[in-house]
């Protein structure tokens, strides 16, 4: 599967934006997807990922502020961020992973077996 992330861009603080993770081919909702974010210099850390069924999983640190969601018609998962804060400026990537979603989110990067190219999200304070 080749992923192709979008919809980063220069947003205030407590602005939102909404990040988009487009598929290709027939297998998209086979995988689990999940969002990554890394800043140079740190090792890229998850943020958000939803199951092949739907379930949904967050850091600590995004939770009540991004919301991921799927639709497996249009071979897209999405991460709604709101209330955006300095600390959330950073490359954000789309991955996704074929392993059971409680064992991809045990593995976290390693599992997931394919990457979009990233979208940078700069959150100006």
């Known amino acids: 599967v080749q992923l192709q992330a979008s919809g980063g861009g220069l947003v205030q603080a407590g602005g939102s934006l909404r990040l988009s993770c487009a598929a290709s081919g027939n297998t998209f909702s086979t995988y689990a997807i999940a969002w990554f974010r890394q800043t140079p210099g740190k090792e890229r850390e998850s943020v958000a990922a939803?199951?092949?069924?739907?379930?949904?999983d967050y850091a600590n640190s995004v939770k009540g502020r991004f919301t991921v969601s799927r639709d497996n018609a249009k071979n897209t998962v999405y991460l709604q961020m709101n209330n955006l804060k300095a600390e959330d400026t950073a490359v954000y990537y789309c991955g996704a992973s074929p392993l059971p979603f409680s064992q991809a989110q045990r593995m976290g990067a390693l599992a997931y077996d394919f990457w979009g190219q990233g979208t940078l999200v700069t959150v100006s304070s």
């Open positions: 939803i199951s092949q069924h739907g379930s949904t």
